[in-house]
C-alpha cells in the first residue's frame, strides 16, 4: 500500500527550500503573525461588540446558570438548548473563570492566540505532508493573512477555533495513520469529537474519515486504531449528548439548529430568489425568519421549552424536505448555487451605499482568491491521485464533506474557513511545481 512516503517532491527544486528555518526565524515569523492578527483585532473592536449568534450570551448562561442556554423573552427566562454547538462558548465561559469577561478586548485576545497557534499547526502540518520547509512557511503565511480568516477573527463566531481544530485535526489522521500505537488514533478521534462539538458539519469528515482509515493508513492494526479513534470521538462527544438526554429526551450530538439551516436554504422564499434575483445580488432573510420565528412560537406555546425546541427542528426538516419534493430541478440549481458561493472568490455586497473602498476591498479579495484557487488547481493537477493516500486524503476527505454538506444546507464564503488550511497546503505545492519547472526551463534554455 503506498504511505506518505511514496509522495515525493518535483526534481530539482528551488534552491533553499529544503533548509530548515532557524529558531529565530521561526519565532520572528510567530511574532508577525501575532501582529498581523492582533492588528486586525484592534482595528476592528467595534465588530467584536456584536454577538450574531448568540455565543456571549450562551456562554453567560454556561458559567451563571450552569447550563448552555439563551433568553427566552416570551416566558422570560433562561432556557436550556441545543442550538448552538457547546465548545465555542464553553471556551468563553472559561474567561469567566479566569478573572476575565468575554467582552470584545477578551474574545480579540483569545482569537489572536487561536490565529496564531493555527499558523503554528500549518506550518507542522505542512512538514508532516513532506513539503519542504520553505514551502510549510508559506502555508503558514497564506492562512495567517487569509481574508476569510483575517475577517471572522474579530467577530465572536466559531471560524477561528474551527480553522485551528481543523489543522491539529489533520496533524493527528496524519500521525495516527503512519503510527501503530492507538494513543494517536484515540487523539486524533477526540480531536474530531471537538470538531464536531464546534461545528456540527464536521460529523460527516468524522464518520468518513473513520470508515476510510483502515484502508487509508499504514502499518499493522488498522481496524484496532480504526476502533480506538471512535472511542476517542465518542469520549469527547459523550458528556453533550448524555447532556441532551437529560434536558431533551435525546442524545443529540450535533444541535437542533439543522432544520432551519436546512429549510433556510430550501424554501419558497429563496428558490424564487435564485430565479429571478441578479447574479451578485443578496437575499434577505428578514421576512422569512421574523415568519419562521413567530409561526413557531404560536405553534409551540403549549409545550415546554425543550419539547418546543425539538418540534421547531422537526417542523423545519419536513418542510424543507417538502420543499425540496416539490421541486427537485430547482433544488438541483440551488445546490450547484450554494457550492458556487462557498467557493466564491468574489464577497458579496452587503450594502447598497457601498464606499469605494469597500468595493475595492472586495475586488482585491476576489484577485487573491483567484490566484490562490489557480495555484490549488496546479497543486491538485501535480498531485492526482495522490490526493486519496495519506496524508492528502485526509484533507480531501475533509474537502469533499464540508463541500457535500453545504451543498444541501445554507453556505456562504466563510462556511469553507476551515477548509483554508487545506487550500494553502494545495496552493504551496502548486507553487513549488511551477517554481520548479521554471527552474529546470532556464536551467535547459542556459545548456543550448
Known sequence: METEAAVRMPESPPCNVNRMPSRWVLLTFLCLALVVRGRMMLGNLDSLEKDPDAYRDAAWSIYFERTLGLWNESSGAIEPTATRPPLYPLLLSGMYFLQFTPDAPGIGLLHVLLGTATVWIVWRLGLAWRLPPAASLLAAALV????????QSVLAMTETLA???????????????????????????????????CRPAFLVWLLAAVVLFPWLAAGSGRFARAAAMVAGAAAVLA?????????????????????????????????????????GSVWDAHEFNERWRSEQQSQGSALDPAARELESDRRA??????????????????CLARLGRLWNVLPHQTSPDESAS?????????????LELLLAAAGIAYLRRRLLLSPWA?????????????????????????????VALLVTQGALVLATRRQASSAAAHTT
Open 358 to 370: 469597500r468595493h475595492g476591498l472586495r475586488f482585491a479579495v476576489a484577485i487573491w482568491y483567484t
Open 144 to 151: 495567517m493573512v487569509d481574508p476569510i480568516l483575517l475577517n
Open 394 to 422: 485526509w484533507g480531501t476527505i475533509l474537502v469533499v464533506s464540508m463541500s457535500a454538506v453545504h451543498t444541501v444546507f445554507w453556505t456562504d464564503m466563510r462556511m469553507r474557513a476551515p477548509l483554508m488550511v487545506v
Open 239 to 279: 458528556p453533550w449528548a448524555i447532556r441532551n438526554e437529560l434536558v431533551f429526551g435525546r442524545p443529540i450530538v450535533t444541535t437542533t439548529h439543522g432544520g432551519y439551516t436546512l429549510l433556510l436554504a430550501n424554501n419558497p422564499e429563496f428558490y424564487a430568489y435564485l430565479q429571478s434575483a441578479p447574479w
Open 163 to 197: 480553522t485551528l481544530l481543523t489543522a491539529l485535526a489533520l496533524l493527528g489522521l496524519t500521525r495516527a495513520g503512519q503510527d501503530n500505537l492507538l494513543r494517536w488514533s484515540g487523539l486524533a478521534g477526540a480531536v474530531l469529537g471537538l470538531c464536531v462539538l
Open 317 to 334: 426538516y419536513a418542510a424543507a424536505w417538502e420543499n425540496i419534493g416539490r421541486d427537485p430541478l430547482v433544488f438541483a440549481y440551488s
